[in-house]
């Protein structure tokens, strides 16, 4: 019903940069928060960023200062600004957002493919 479809990442040094968007499709009738969550070899996936529709933004103090959260909602869209990359913050990063596909139905969450993101030192 609802797909997120995630790009954007990539293969980086450290201290550079990557934007990743996400684009959600299908029986959207309204979206909720968006967010971007990430998950390392080995590790359980964390939160990095979220948005609210009204703009609100929460981010781990991992990636304060370094990331940023932005969505466009007119495209049902959200990307991720990523600044100053440590290598540390190599993992799978996937897009989150929820979404209600009518009036009356809870929204529900739904979560992209993933797109790999890897800093080398």
């Known amino acids: 019903q609802v797909q997120l479809v995630e790009s954007g990442g990539g293969l980086v040094q450290a201290g550079g940069s990557l934007r990743l968007s996400c684009a959600a499709s299908?029986?959207?009738?309204?979206?909720?928060?968006m967010g971007w969550y990430r998950q390392a070899p080995g590790k359980q996936r964390e939160l990095v960023a979220t948005?609210?529709?009204?703009?609100?933004?929460t981010d781990a103090d991992s990636v304060k200062g370094r990331f940023t959260i932005s969505r466009d909602n007119a495209k049902n869209a959200v990307y991720l600004q990523m600044n100053s990359l440590k290598p540390e913050d190599t993992a799978v990063y996937y897009c989150?957002?929820?979404?209600?596909?009518?009036?009356?139905?809870?929204?529900?969450?739904?979560w992209g493919q993933g797109t790999q993101v890897t800093v080398s030192s």
């Open positions: 989150n957002a929820g979404v209600a596909t009518n009036p009356i139905l809870r929204p529900v969450d739904y």
């Open positions: 299908g029986r959207i009738f309204r979206i909720n928060a």
């Open positions: 948005i609210t529709s009204g703009g609100s933004t």
